[in-house]
């Protein structure tokens, strides 16, 4: 079956600009996360959305970033202004949102986010 | 601190089994333990996670101390789609709080 899918795959842009990466999760899934992943670092995570509850944002690094999720499934993330240190792979994942601890979180390939 | 404390890389001969360790010494009664795995150029997939017991399932078996400060995810016959950087994680609620890793390395 389908799975997590994100877009662009790579995302190239300048200093200052801003940058929207999108996120689709699997279908009926109500949990989904960002992460982002640094060269050479480990998984960070960012923000989380379950069902219809406020979203949980402490992860955002900045208010520079911020998402939503419309109609409880696709995401997006934005990044405003970007700065240089915002390059990083920035990855999706969801799950049923029913098994708390032990949901399994189902990734997808991530958006490579290089800024010049 | 919810983060664990894995060795940075490991060697293995292809199907041979790999023990990789994971410290969690400050764990709490009601944290998870799930391990999960990244191999190159794509994101992280599940592999196993437990709680006291241990567990085994298709891709492999997850080893828990009594004390539960640490275990050890075992990979029973490495091949080399197993070359990966091997993720242990504390779940306290559905945030996963990702370490350094564990990257492993199969020698044919």
């Known amino acids: 079956g389908a799975g997590v899918s994100q877009s662009p795959s790579n995302k190239v842009t300048e200093k200052g600009k801003d940058v929207e990466l999108r996120c689709d999760p699997i279908?009926?899934?109500?949990?989904l996360y960002w992460y982002r992943q640094s060269l050479g670092q480990g998984l960070e995570f960012l923000i989380y959305?379950?069902?219809?509850?406020?979203?949980?944002k402490s992860g955002l690094p900045s208010d520079r970033f911020s998402a939503e999720r419309t109609g409880g499934s696709v995401s997006t993330l934005t990044i405003q202004r970007t700065q240089q240190e915002d390059s990083a792979v920035y990855l999706c994942?969801?799950?049923?949102?029913?098994?708390?601890?032990?949901?399994?979180?189902?990734f997808g390939p991530g958006t490579r986010l290089t800024v010049l | 601190d919810a983060k664990t404390t894995q060795p940075n890389s490991m060697e293995s001969n292809e199907e041979e089994p790999v023990h990789l360790p994971c410290n969690h010494s400050?764990?709490?009664?009601?944290?998870?333990i799930h391990w999960y795995r990244q191999l190159p150029s794509q994101g992280p997939e599940y592999v196993i996670h437990?709680?006291?017991s241990n567990v085994n399932n298709r891709m492999a078996s997850l080893a828990i101390a009594e004390d539960r400060k640490s275990s050890t995810l075992i990979l029973h016959r490495a091949t080399l789609r197993d070359a990966a950087v091997y993720y242990c994680?504390?779940?306290?609620?559905?945030?996963?709080?990702f370490g350094g890793g564990t990257r492993v390395l199969v020698k044919p």
């Open positions: 994942a969801s799950s049923t949102g029913l098994a708390g601890d032990t949901d399994t979180q189902y």
């Open positions: 279908s009926g899934h109500t949990a």
């Open positions: 959305f379950q069902g219809n509850s406020a979203p949980d």
């Open positions: 400050t764990i709490s009664g009601t944290d998870y």
């Open positions: 437990g709680l006291t």
């Open positions: 994680i504390r779940a306290a609620g559905n945030k996963l709080t």
